[in-house]
T-cell receptor, first 114, second 113 residues
Framework: DAMVIQNPRYQVTQFGKPVTLSCSQTLNHNVMYWYQQKSSQAPKLLFHYYDKDFNNEADTPDNFQSRRPNTSFCFLDIRSPGLGDAAMYLC?????????????FGPGTRLTVL | AQSVTQLGSHVSVSEGALVLLRCNYSSSVPPYLFWYVQYPNQGLQLLLKYTSAATLVKGINGFEAEFKKSETSFHLTKPSAHMSDAAEYFCAVSASDGQNFVFGPGTRLSVLP
């Protein structure tokens, strides 16, 4: 089945230690998104790639970076995680040529910062 | 710009009872509207979507929603709640060109035996 995969599902890092979260997709979608979701809150869009074009949300901290080496993979890098960065990180994809811009979500990576 | 409000951060129903989760939107252009469900420690799954076709939209797991332009609403309903419906539900809106996709704050549904 076509899907969005996130690894790892659970990630523990130390305060200030860089961490990378991974997302891959078999849907061949040209748009990939990263969301941050804190407990009992809605997902908050951090940034997205439209093909190779990177689009950063205005309020996304500089501590968060992203890379998309090819259509299938996208990475979220947190350069110096703080305690406030502990959250669920969700990757999603959509196809601008597909039906109505529906977003398909991965299972998420839960990040713990010690 | 688009925005979404969901009345009631937490809704409890008895098993077998009607489920009604409220969503109101604001949009300066014709909207696309979505309902997503999120089970604990999982990603979001699309339940249904409105994209300017039929105003009554049927989705998975017995859910449906009706787009009412005059009320700027897109409420989610299910005739009979099941224990497995307990989850977080998010309404979302985007412009018809896919821009400005915005989630509502979510409603946690509890189903009581």
């Amino acid at each position: 089945d076509a899907m969005v995969i996130q690894n790892p599902r659970y990630q523990v890092t130390q305060f200030g230690k860089p961490v990378t979260l991974s997302c891959s997709q078999t849907l061949n979608h040209n748009v990939m998104y990263w969301y941050q979701q804190k407990s009992s809150q809605a997902p908050k869009l951090l940034f997205h790639y439209y093909d190779k074009d990177f689009n950063n949300e205005a309020d996304t901290p500089d501590n968060f970076q992203s890379r998309r080496p090819n259509t299938s993979f996208c990475f979220l890098d947190i350069r110096s995680p703080g305690l406030g960065d502990a959250a669920m990180y969700l990757c999603a994809t959509s196809s601008d040529g597909g039906a109505f811009h529906e977003q398909f979500f991965g299972p998420g990576t839960r990040l713990t910062v010690l | 710009a688009q925005s979404v409000t969901q009345l009631g951060s937490h809704v409890s129903v008895s098993e077998g009872a009607l489920v009604l989760l409220r969503c109101n939107y604001s949009s300066s252009v014709p909207p696309y509207l979505f309902w997503y469900v999120q089970y604990p420690n999982q990603g979001l799954q699309l339940l249904l979507k409105y994209t300017s076709a039929a105003t009554l939209v049927k989705g998975i797991n017995g859910f449906e929603a009706e787009f009412k332009k005059s009320e700027t609403s897109f409420h989610l309903t299910k005739p009979s709640a099941h224990m497995s419906d307990a989850a977080e539900y998010f309404c979302a809106v985007s412009a018809s060109d896919g821009q400005n996709f915005v989630f509502g704050p979510g409603t946690r549904l509890s189903v009581l035996p």
